[in-house]
């Protein structure tokens, strides 16, 4: 499910596990997200338990893609078993992570801030 949280965050609710029956989904979801208008952008995987190969790579694509194009995708709520994963897989080199969307949100908030000031 994709909501606003205000003008400049986008979020993307992702309510279950990435495997092969809806990974095609996902990566429809996630595309929408990051072609949107907003620039500060949330995966927020708190109902995910698994996530398989070509999940792994659509996030990356995503972070990877939104950053060409001046925005950030963080990723929120991710559990236990999906933080061992992308540890594995090195995602916490290169994406920031939360463990709340509230803790996604105030950091864009800092952020946005920061550059106000600058």
């Known amino acids: 499910m994709l909501k606003k949280v205000n003008e400049t965050i986008q979020v993307l609710e992702w309510s279950e596990n990435i495997t092969l029956k809806n990974v095609e989904q996902f990566r429809q979801n996630m595309k929408k997200v990051v072609n949107s208008t907003e620039e500060q952008l949330i995966l927020n995987l708190a ?3 698994y996530i398989n190969s070509a999940g792994l790579g ?3 694509d995503g972070v990877m893609h939104a950053r060409r194009n001046q925005k950030e995708l963080v990723i929120a709520n991710i559990g236990q078993s999906v933080k061992e994963i ?3 897989v090195k995602f916490t080199s290169f994406m ?3 463990e709340s969307e509230k803790g996604a ?4 908030a800092v ?3 920061e550059k106000e000031c600058v």
């Open 58 to 60: 659509i996030i990356a």
């Open 105 to 108: 949100i105030e950091y864009f």
């Open 47 to 49: 109902s995910t338990n």
């Open 96 to 98: 920031k992570m939360f």
């Open 111 to 113: 952020n946005s801030n």
């Open 86 to 88: 992308f540890s594995i």
